[in-house]
């Protein structure tokens, strides 16, 4: 009768243990849900042309570029805010020619939205992107007058509007009625200058300074941007930025376009190969010209960069 007694009161206490084991563990799954999504990637490029002996002549050269992309993703219910960094540097040298810079650029988006229902693409949007570069720029082969510097220029808008989100479509497209942008160009020089449209210093007739340039500028407009990344063929993915911004206050009509277009041909898990144009059209960036051995502010004009490139790449979260 006592055994009876105690294997009955100790097969009591192993089940409440149980039951209290099982408690403490499902209390704990919920903890251990995260609706951030993380996504780092980084890759290095690098071309080479090599000549020994060669007849048609030809100059050695070899080129890197050095690229990084990282998202966090918070998506949860009517909730989405989405943070990007994009960070790129790429340099080229050539035989009896200095190092010159081919790629240079350090961008952060960050977009807050908000949604009435769980089945709508379309989402209340608050908008923030700044973008600016690392070091020093030139007009080749003039490598004495810096014309951008870090921080000059450096862009900020600042926004609120609304974003449709279509998933299936992998489509991004976001509407501001009302965008502050702010250029900055926090180098004293280019500021007197002038450059990228803030206001230039002011001087007497004998050219003595009577007040230095302003390193901001400050507009109000409307800004439209869309993004879509799609798989076109097996391991080949085309991506399409496009942002067009257009101040009410001053020349009202006039479109500063930043147009990026990428495609990524993916050979395995580790290396790929991309092909790219950049196109940007900016009214206040003037174009510099070198005439008779000298550089001479222009008009602006349309600015294209075109991009090939193979090396590796790394996908962590």
Known sequence: MKSKVAFSALFLLFANYFSFAQDKIITQLPDSTSYWKKNNKIGFDISETAFLNWNAGGNNSISGLLKGNFTRTYDYKNLKWHNELIVRYGVNKQDGVRLRKTDDALVFNSTFGFRKDTVSNWFYSAKLNFNTQFTDGFAYPDTETAISKFFAPAY????????????????????????????????????????????????????????????????????????????????????????????????????????????????????????????IYDDDIKAKEEVNGEQVTVGPKIQLKQILGVGLTYTFK
């Open 156 to 279: 900020i808008f600042l926004g609120v509007g609304t974003e449709y989100i279509n998933k299936e479509a992998k489509l991004k497209l976001y509407l501001s009625p009302l965008t502050q942008k702010t250029t900055l160009v926090l180098n004293q020089r280019l500021a007197n200058e002038g450059a990228y449209g803030v206001k230039k210093a002011v001087y007497d007739e004998f050219g003595n300074l009577i007040s230095k340039g302003h390193k901001s500028r400050t507009e109000l407009g409307f800004l439209i941007t869309a993004q879509h990344k799609d798989e076109i063929f097996r391991n080949m993915f085309l991506e399409n930025r496009l942002s067009l911004y257009s101040d009410y206050l001053k020349n009202f009509g006039n479109i500063d376009i930043n147009w990026q277009l990428q495609l990524d041909l993916v050979v395995n898990e580790y290396v790929s190969a991309n092909i790219g144009t950049h196109l």
